[in-house]
């Protein structure tokens, strides 16, 4: 499913999106729950689901996990448990010939304190990143995705956060492409203005940054909402982030997006994924949320309907060839 150029570069094709894929939910379901029970209070994705997908064509999973689980302890070891079922995922994954974003999704927190305040410092997160990147490392079938949605009250400051855990991977000797998010919901539109200059002083010795940003369409851009702006609207609000990654020679993934099953909500993702494919010298690829039975009838979710695809996945799959439609 993946192209073998996928172990030697971080970055996209000139004609294709590198990274297809979805959003699996896993480790970080009851995330009130902690340390919660396997099992009973979160799961991680079955063999199935991952079969489902990459039937499909999809080559990229999104996989939530939670800070708390993975490190029970700030600057503690790894748990070995949760550790092993996030191994047997890539594992699987990587199998079937897919790749496996690791996302700690835990909005710039630990346990509710924010990262970079004097109760979880930015050590304390760069210590987590030196451990994965040690457990994990060097398998070009894993990108760290660094945070999901980090809510920082500064740019500035999240830069300087950043900055630690990339240091702190590469001096583990991880190689491995790093998932760089912004404040402000990471969101695509808002990016350039509000995280564009800081983190384009991020430094990686690797050239192996990624930009990672979210967006939904329905009118206010929450993502919990059935109804959906228009194409224009669509389209605007990715044309920032895309002339922001041509202007500093940068790259891009699209790690969260997601449309209800109304119809004219569904037809927006034709012009959303062509934007992207046309644009694949910086975007490298994306990630559509959310799929995985724990959604139920989750109005975004691509999780087959009685073994029946969703209208969104038959709208997707035309962008699921590594080659121009």
């Not at 999704?105 to 030196?130: K, M």
């Not at 079938?141 to 855990?165: C, I, R």
């Not at 959906?228 to 922001?244: K, N, V, Y």
Request: hydrophobic share 40%; net charge negative; aromatic share 10%.
């Amino acid at each position: 499913m993946i192209a073998a150029s996928l172990a030697l570069s971080a970055h996209g094709q000139a004609d294709a999106q590198t990274y297809r894929g979805v959003n699996l939910a896993g480790g970080a379901y009851s995330s009130s729950r902690l340390p919660g029970r396997y099992g009973y209070d979160y799961l991680y994705p079955k063999p199935a689901e991952v079969d489902y997908f990459t039937a499909q064509g999809m080559n990229t999973f999104r996989l939530s996990v939670l800070w708390e689980r993975l490190q029970p302890s700030l600057n503690g070891p790894l748990d070995e448990k949760e550790l092993e079922r996030v191994r047997q995922f890539i594992a699987y994954a990587q199998g079937k010939g897919a790749t496996t974003v690791l996302d700690i999704h835990d909005y710039g927190r630990y346990r509710g304190q924010e990262i970079g305040s004097a109760a979880v410092p930015d050590p304390a997160f760069a210590d987590l990143w030196s451990r994965l990147a040690r457990a994990l490392g060097n398998n070009p079938h894993v990108l760290f995705g660094l945070m999901n949605e980090p809510q920082q009250h500064s740019a500035e400051a999240w830069k300087n956060t950043v900055q630690a855990a990339i240091d702190a991977i590469r001096k583990a000797g991880s190689h491995n492409t790093i998932l760089v998010p912004g404040i402000g919901w990471d969101s695509a539109q808002g990016f350039p203005k509000l995280n564009g200059d800081a983190l384009a002083q991020l430094h990686d010795p690797d050239n192996r940054l990624v930009y990672e940003v979210h967006e939904y369409f329905d009118p206010d851009a929450s993502g919990t909402k059935p109804a959906c702006i228009s194409q224009d609207q669509a389209l605007g609000r990715l044309r920032p982030f895309t002339d922001w990654l041509h202007a500093h020679k940068a790259h891009g993934f699209l790690g969260e997006f997601g449309v209800s099953r109304q119809p004219e909500c569904v037809a927006l993702l034709r012009p959303i994924l062509s934007h992207l494919r046309e644009n694949a010298d910086v975007w490298d690829g994306w990630t559509y949320w959310a799929a995985g039975p724990l959604w139920g009838n989750y109005m975004f979710t691509l999780e087959p309907d009685h073994g029946q695809d969703r209208p969104q996945m038959t709208a997707i799959k035309p962008f699921l060839s590594p080659t121009k439609q």
